[in-house]
Nanobody, 123 residues
């Protein structure tokens, strides 16, 4: 069974930075894609970013483009989300996701989800 374990969330002031990490385990082969979603209180879960494990192609939501950077360490089966210039509206639980079958990177269906890590940005 695939397990995704996130870390790196916390409380930060507006304009600050945080780096999230997510380690995937439970499979002998690498995922096709990994990425991040988030859910703010009272709102629906929304896509943040995704990265293709084989090509390194990247996709961002418009709301984070230019501020967030997704990257991967293939040897460690780890995906990162560097979040800069954070805003109060970035406050949410951030979920790591992974899939082990081929999809267009712009598709939002993922098979595996982490437990989530809280990011709180104060004004």
């Amino acid at each position: 069974q695939v397990q995704l374990v996130e870390s790196g969330g916390g409380l930060v002031q507006a304009g600050g930075s945080l780096r999230l990490s997510c380690v995937a385990s439970g499979r002998t082969f690498s995922p096709y894609d990994m990425g991040w979603f988030r859910q703010a209180p009272g709102k629906e879960r929304e896509f943040v970013s995704a990265i293709s494990w084989s090509t390194g192609s990247i996709y961002y939501a418009d709301s984070v483009k230019g501020r967030f950077t997704v990257s991967r360490n293939s040897a460690k089966n780890t995906v990162y989300l560097q979040m800069n210039s954070l805003k109060p509206e970035d406050t949410a639980v951030y979920y790591c996701v992974a899939r082990y079958s081929a999809h267009d990177l712009h598709e939002y269906e993922y098979d595996y989800w982490g437990q989530g890590t809280q990011v709180t940005v104060s004004a």
